[in-house]
């Protein structure tokens, strides 16, 4: 006999996922590495963006030229994107290395 959901029709298991709060074990691991993955993307996506454009004028690393582009049209245009391949290929792989861990443990 299936049991009814409560009122407020949530299952009456927990199944919220708090990002800031995770439960221990698995699920703190796996939001530990969304955080660093999404820090990683951020401070590339945004926060090198700002030293390219640091000051009024031409600085070092606009100056640069990579395969006969200036830096910071490549940056944007070529390596943002390959930065986000290997970003998913490492979270795809280190979030498979988690779960071949914890399923060891059952």
């Known amino acids: 006999m299936a049991q009814n959901p409560p009122p407020g029709g949530e299952p009456s298991g927990d199944y919220r996922v708090n990002l800031f709060r995770p439960r221990p074990g ?24 700002l030293l390219l454009a640091k000051g009024s004028g031409e600085t070092a690393l606009t100056a640069m ?7 910071h049209y490549w940056f944007t245009s070529q390596f943002l994107i390959l930065w986000f391949i290997l970003l998913c290929f490492l979270f795809n792989v280190s979030i498979d290395r988690l779960r071949e861990k914890y399923r060891k443990r059952r």
């Open 65 to 71: 030229t990579v395969f006969g582009f200036p830096f």
């Open 26 to 49: 698995f699920m703190r691991r796996e939001v530990a590495v969304i955080w660093i993955m999404l820090a990683g993307w951020a401070f590339l996506t945004f926060g090198f963006q």
